[in-house]
Structure formats: structure tokens, C-alpha cells
């Protein structure tokens, strides 16, 4: 008979203690959410699925240095071990250590038209999320770190190996190419 975790800290408990049932069950309840998160680093979605089972797989391997804070703590934690995954696996990609600054974008950064706030959440989440993901490696992770992660540019610096000042630039040339993006679908769609 299979055991059934109900709650979160209950789960965590099982994941700790190595319980089959435990592990099964934070795979099924986690794995499609990490796979999504994997997906806003990785754009193969191979790599991505790859991504999430180790990440996966390193969290119940360190279950028992988990410490549970409340509900929607194993969330964060899986999470967080997942983003510093996949910023790893960037990090390796010679081509994306070895960057230069100003290969980062060409576009300007001019003050064209702001997108109306309304306008924009008409958008649907799977076009936010495209115009994101065609964002080069190097702008879609500092974009990903920065605007839905929460880091703060000494801390996506220090993860990345460049300075703040290079994540500033990064962030507001990645700001201004998904600006460009949701003014473009805007003015196609008549939003």
C-alpha cells in the first residue's frame, strides 16, 4: 500500500528519511514546475528535462540538510536549486563565460514609447514567455535572475563571474529588447 504525504513538511520528512513513497511523491508534485523553471534558463527543452531530474535528484541526495520553514519552503528550495543548476550549466558554455560586454546587444537603449500597463496584461503568459525565451543566453539569465528570480546584481554578478555594473548594462539591454518585443506584438495585434 502506498503511503500518501499531505502535507509539505510531512513530504520533507519522508524525502529526508529516504522514503520511496516520499520521493515519488515530491517528483510528482514538483517536477512540472521545476521543469517550467528549467525551461526560462535552458531553451532546449531536452536540456531542460535534464536539468530538472538532476536537480530533482540532487535534492533528495541533500533532503537531510533541508530545513523547513513553513509551507511552500520545499517549493523555494527545489526552486533555488534548480536556478543555481541551470546557471552553472550556462556558466560552463565557454561561449557564454567568454562574452564581452559589448557583444552583450547592440541595440540603443532609447527612450521609445512605454507599453501601456493595460495593454500589457493582455498579453498571454506564453507570449511573455516566448518574447523571454528569444532573448540570447546571457540576457534571458540575468533577465530571469533579476526581474522573476529576485536576485540583486552583486548577486547575479558574484553567481556569474562578471561585475554589477556589467548586470546593470545586461538587464536594462534585455529591459529594452523585451520592451521592443511587447510594443511589437501590440502594434501586430492591435492591443
Not at 513553513?70 to 534548480?82: C, D, F, M, Q
Request: charged share 30%.
Amino acid at each position: 500500500m502506498r503511503k500518501t504525504f499531505l502535507t509539505e513538511q510531512d513530504l520533507a520528512l519522508g524525502c529526508a528519511r529516504k522514503e520511496r513513497d516520499a520521493e515519488g511523491e515530491l517528483y510528482a508534485r514538483y517536477a512540472a514546475g521545476l521543469f517550467a523553471l528549467s525551461l526560462r534558463y535552458i531553451e532546449n527543452r531536452e536540456d531542460a528535462r535534464d536539468l530538472m531530474h538532476d536537480a530533482m535528484i540532487k535534492a533528495m541526495d541533500n533532503f537531510k540538510s533541508f530545513k523547513y520553514s513553513g509551507e511552500g519552503s520545499v517549493w523555494a528550495w527545489l526552486s533555488r536549486i534548480t536556478v543555481n543548476m541551470a546557471i552553472d550549466r550556462l556558466k560552463e558554455n565557454s561561449r557564454f563565460r567568454q562574452i564581452p560586454l559589448e557583444m552583450v546587444g547592440g541595440e540603443e537603449l532609447e527612450d521609445a514609447m512605454e507599453p501601456d500597463a493595460e495593454s500589457v496584461r493582455e498579453i498571454p503568459d506564453s507570449v511573455l514567455d516566448g518574447i523571454i525565451a528569444e532573448l540570447p543566453p546571457v540576457k534571458r539569465a540575468v533577465f530571469n535572475m533579476y526581474c522573476i528570480d529576485g536576485f540583486s546584481h552583486k548577486e547575479i554578478a558574484g553567481k556569474l563571474g562578471i561585475t554589477e555594473r556589467g548586470s546593470t548594462s545586461i538587464m536594462a539591454k534585455a529591459r529594452a529588447s523585451v520592451k521592443k518585443a511587447i510594443l511589437s506584438y501590440l502594434n501586430k495585434t492591435g492591443l
